[in-house]
């Protein structure tokens, strides 16, 4: 759908709201220079909503009293949102958050499973949450080797990961396909090693060959809730996610994109922004949007960037 407002009315209300997203649109679609994006990303540590969050930490070095669970106010569920908000890890905030969680929090939720007394960072047995735990350890300065490694070994033949192949399960699922593939990629950027790469190119070639949302089998689309659009993600697939993943790897778009590429472009409004069309069930610490059937600030940065990558220039500008 052709916007009626102008891109740049779109770009103005983006940079109406929390430093998170301010430092991001600057990064991404408006290219501002470098110390003027790092001044703005380092108020995520003391301003709005990464100051809030980093605020709501235990002196057990938990959030919510919890690791995995409640949803999504536990600690693993805050780290992951702290890292889409782009909080610095070289910030003495989050030096010092992290440094109570790796001292202090265990995987504790169910006190009798053999995982009860690991370390936060050594993660516990279903891959979709140490996939997470490697995303989040690996942005925050983190040692998640042991994690990298015990993913490594649990590549299916297809190309993906499942955490019901414990249960039997044969085939990857797009959920946590997504999260390791988001994981590998952080912790190849942060130890600058190419251990996870040959495993990360055959999960993104689990997703092109599905073309994003489809079956291999019978073409049909896997899940219509994929096709629309929600935030945060946590460990749920969509479209957008999958695409924004390429983005950020530097997948070069091919023709199977073309039709979640497309997908993209008919959920944009005519007010040139996307909506939220609905949120996963669960408490919250507080919004970080304006809820479901309105416009999302963080979406439409996400779809902007992705479309911005797809054409090859700027879609704002």
Known sequence: MAPTDSPQATLDWLLDSDPSIRWQVMSDLTDETADVVAAERSRVATE?????????????????????????????????????????????????????VREKVKWNDHPDAPWAENPYFAGEVEPCINARVIAIGSYFGQDVQGLVDRLLGEQLPDGGWNCEAENGSTRSSFHTTINVLEGFLEHERATGTADTTEA?????????????FHRLSTGEVVDPAWTYFFFPTRWHYDVLRGLDYLRSAGVMPDERCADAIELVHERRGEDGRWTMHYSYPGEVHFDVDDGEGQPSRWITLGALRVLDWSSGHSTVK
């Open 200 to 212: 990360r190119l055959r999960g993104e070639e689990y997703l092109l060959e599905r073309r994003m």
């Open 48 to 100: 709005g909503w990464g100051a809030r969050l980093l605020d709501l930490q235990d002196s057990n070095g938990q959030w919510a009293g919890g690791t995995y669970q409640p949803k999504w106010t536990s600690t693993t569920n805050t780290l992951a949102l702290l890292r889409v908000l782009g909080l610095d890890p070289a910030s003495k905030q989050a030096t010092n958050a992290l440094s109570q």
